[in-house]
């Protein structure tokens, strides 16, 4: 059995079952998936807490095949394609070429199209960890975001960083973190002992599962080798990309898409100093 216990005494599994049956709402949860360890284990937990849920897996166009792959294991999640008003779906490349620049580690629109968004008006249930990113350190278990009013409330009083409730007066959405104060080894722990599947990139080296190429990944350029199709797809876009700055008579010295590809790996590297 996972021996990690939480502050309160309870075995950790027991807790985020209790999270997840605690605000059950009656037309069940959202629950973001996307195929990393982190979700398959709040989709397990979901499951082991009998909770109602529907499972939605946002079609990015730039996540490792073999993670497609995975996902599409799973019979009961629902594949979501971004869209934008217009109803045209949206890719990241399609994306580069509109927004006129490659996404940068200060400007991440992709995000904001590919990623986020999806599961307005619903009660959704994520697989953050305060332990997985800086960003993420100020996360809470449960964030709601359908009043005027902005409040919160810790897991712990004498530990700020462990918000059980934060209502936030700018999102418009119910967000239940069950698993965000579990460490990396709780969530593998979890994983082995509870016989969950899980991608089999994890087992050739891979920390973390996301975007080929992410602006903020430190691997940058080597998944990017790692994935040649990608690879040739977004030196495609920056070529699309020039074209459009041309179009809007925006400056620029890039004659082709490799020279745009090499100034995102530079600029990366620059910006890491
Ligand atoms: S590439 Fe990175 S910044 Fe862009 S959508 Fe993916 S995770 Fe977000």
């Keep these: 059995m996972l021996h990690q216990m939480n502050i309160y005494g309870k075995d950790r599994v027991q807790q985020a079952i209790e999270r997840l ?3 059950e709402p009656e037309e069940g949860y959202y ?3 996307s195929g990393g360890k982190d979700s ?3 989709k397990a937990l979901m499951d082991m807490a009998g909770v109602k849920y529907d499972a939605h897996y946002s079609v990015t166009s730039v996540d490792p095949p073999e993670l497609v ?3 599409k294991t799973f019979n009961d999640v629902i594949f979501d394609y971004p869209t ?3 109803g045209k779906v949206v890719t990241m490349w399609n994306l580069i070429p509109r927004k006129r620049m490659p996404p940068t580690r200060i400007v991440r629109y992709c995000c904001k199209y590919l990623k986020e968004g999806n599961g307005k008006g619903r009660f959704v249930v994520t ?3 305060q332990a997985e990113s800086a960003k993420r350190k100020g996360r809470s ?3 709601l975001g359908d009043t005027k009013t902005s409040k919160r409330e810790m897991l712990d009083p004498d530990n700020p960083s462990q918000e059980l409730i934060h209502i936030c007066p700018t999102k418009a959405q119910r967000i ?3 698993i965000v104060d579990w460490s990396t080894d709780d969530v593998w722990e979890f994983i082995n002992e509870y016989n969950v599947p899980y991608c089999k990139l994890y087992d050739e080296g891979f920390e973390r599962l996301g975007c080929v190429g992410c602006p903020m990944s430190t691997r940058q350029e080597s998944e990017l080798n790692r994935q040649p199709k990608i690879k040739k797809l977004y030196i495609r876009a920056f070529e699309r990309m020039i074209e459009e700055r041309k179009k809007a008579g925006l400056e620029t010295d890039w004659k082709t898409g490799e020279e745009v590809l090499s100034w995102w790996f530079g600029d990366k590297r620059k910006e890491l100093k």
Aim: with cysteine; hydrophobic share 45%.
């Design 31 to 33: 629950l973001a998936f």
């Design 69 to 71: 792959q995975f996902v």
């Design 176 to 178: 239940l973190n069950p």
């Design 127 to 129: 697989g953050v960890r």
């Design 40 to 42: 398959v284990t709040v």
């Design 84 to 86: 934008d008003c217009d």
């Design 21 to 23: 049956q605690t605000f």
């Design 141 to 143: 278990g449960l964030e």
